[in-house]
């Protein structure tokens, strides 16, 4: 087939019509009319721009006294009157009347120990001052005896009556039964004091307190031997470790070079772990004079200014020693949020509160200052995050982000 004929072959297309053709066109110029618009929607709504980079904070509880805080310690529990009960004689345990946790009274019976020996060396000694008192008073009726003869004598040698060796028989009974009372008045006395020292050594058998206290630990069982040195791996130097719970102090250790903040009676504020929602006001009770050298810190004690249950030895502490005492509207805690993270315009202090990927501007009543916080009056709900920075690139429904850390 030649090329004339390929020619007539071919299909011409028809040429659009002028009203065709301009159809065409403003459908072209409709649609890119709408992209535009979605386009400045977008970038209005900001979809389009990147999300701004934000340091965010939390809404909080914060106890007035943090603002007042001029230094913070760590350190435990411990009691100003503590003692290791135990006993001045070496025995066998036979008697423990307290167990841990039992609170004893001054004087009171703790323990005993086996006491045999020394309730009949006690027994010996009673009769030994019992037989000492007769003899006296035996010695006493002869002295009177002796007496009363030497008087009538003297009187008949004065006349002659008798004679002169009766007369110095008398007076020498006379004088010998005053010596062998002034004697046996000694051996009374000393009969006397063999007694007590053996009610003495009787009693030391018996453990008492030394005051009153609660019982911390229990360091020996009925069978034991007790010693005061314990000189043996059996032995037990001490039956039972009491404290005095109203002489209870905290304990921290303060470095040298802040050492100058603390002073005598200085307001404190005291945590317990075993407590943490609680604050308890104290002060500063003793600041040690010696120094540790290891840690390069000096202990303070701070009492405690309310005795209050459930405090124990040992417990974990925490002390902010603070510039001046807390008022009673005071010591309640209160919301509040970093003072940099308020913005303020026209209509008033808001805070950007995250929701989602966005931040929602919120209008906020402020109340004190308190240091670097601010008491949040009215606004977002404790735990509410917030952003912190940088507010200048904020505004409401603004796209964010928040670093991992």
Known sequence: MSHSDLNKLRIEKPSLRPGARRRKRLGWAAALLVLLAAGAAAYHLGWLTPAVEIQAAVVQNLFPSQALTLLNA????????????????????????????????????????????????????????????????????????AGLDYERKKA???TGTIARSLFDAAEARYRTAAASVEGLSAALRAAQAALAEAGVLLDYTNIRAPFDAVVLTKNADIGDIVTPLAATADAKAAVVTIADMDSLLVEVDVSESNIARVAQGQPCEIRLDAFPDARFPGRVHMILPTADRSKAS????????????????????????????????????????????????????RLFVLQGEEVRAVPVELGRRLGEMVELREGPALGSRIALSPLAKLKDGARVSVPQK
Do not use: C
């Not at 070496?90 to 006491?115: D, H, K, Y």
């Not at 004690?301 to 124990?312: D, M, N, Q, S, W």
């Not at 001046?324 to 970093?338: L, N």
């Open 74 to 145: 760590s350190g435990y529990v411990v009691a100003d009157r503590k003692s290791a009960v135990a006993s001045k004689v070496t025995g066998r345990l036979v008697f423990l009347g307290v167990e841990e946790g039992s609170r004893v009274r001054e004087g009171q019976i703790i323990a005993r120990l086996e006491n045999k020996d020394a309730a009949a060396a006690h027994e010996r000694a009673r009769h030994n001052a019992a037989a000492a008192r007769h003899q006296l008073e035996q010695a006493r009726a002869e002295w009177v005896n």
């Open 298 to 349: 000096i202990a303070v004690k701070v009492a405690f200014a309310e005795r209050t249950p459930g405090i124990l030895p040992d417990m974990s502490a925490k002390v902010a020693f603070l510039s001046r005492a807390i008022g009673p509207e005071e010591k309640a805690p209160v919301r509040a949020v970093p003072a940099a993270a308020v913005a303020q315009n026209d209509g008033g202090p």
């Open 156 to 158: 008949l040698v004065a």
